[in-house]
């Protein structure tokens, strides 16, 4: 990898079952995508996986035989560092900082979110799915930068 083509995952959350066009063109070209739980219908999944490898949660509103595949919670490694990834940051039940993660992923309250705590990038990309309340249609890109992460918050279009 070179500085040119830095690492970007896309970051996706509470589809509730909808794939928009919009988020597909957001998503194109990461190298990976997280999708942080209610998912809503598999097939969800597997248009990701048609974009890029997919890790994912099971949120509360996945129910099912597929959703009971996904864990509730789960650790991957990106670039050498480690990220935690669960649906509803009220159920983390660690100091990520203490735990060595470099950040924390999530969904569940539709409000998209960045922002650091004690050097752990947290991050809410919000919700691509049905829009609710006054919150926005987002989704989330995440870069490898020589300086570290950046994530960046990217509302689509109602």
Do not use: C
């Amino acid at each position: 990898m070179t500085l040119s083509q830095p690492l970007t995952i896309g970051v996706i959350s509470d589809t509730h079952g909808i794939l928009r066009p919009q988020a597909v063109e957001v998503l194109a070209g990461v190298s990976e995508i997280i999708h942080a739980g209610d998912i809503g219908k598999p097939e969800v999944l597997t248009a990701l996986q048609a974009i890029a490898p997919v890790s994912a949660v099971r949120g509360n509103v996945d129910r099912g035989d597929w959703a009971n595949l996904l864990p509730r919670s789960a650790v991957i490694t990106l670039n050498g560092d480690l990220f935690y990834l669960l649906h509803n940051l009220n159920d983390l039940d660690l100091d990520p900082a203490a735990a060595g993660f470099a950040g924390v992923i999530y969904g569940h309250s539709h409000q998209p979110e960045t922002y650091y705590k004690k050097n752990v990038l947290y991050l809410n990309p919000g919700s691509a799915g049905p829009q609710r309340f006054v919150n926005p249609i987002s989704v989330a890109r995440l870069t490898r930068l020589p300086i570290g992460w950046e994530a960046q918050l990217i509302s689509l279009p109602g």
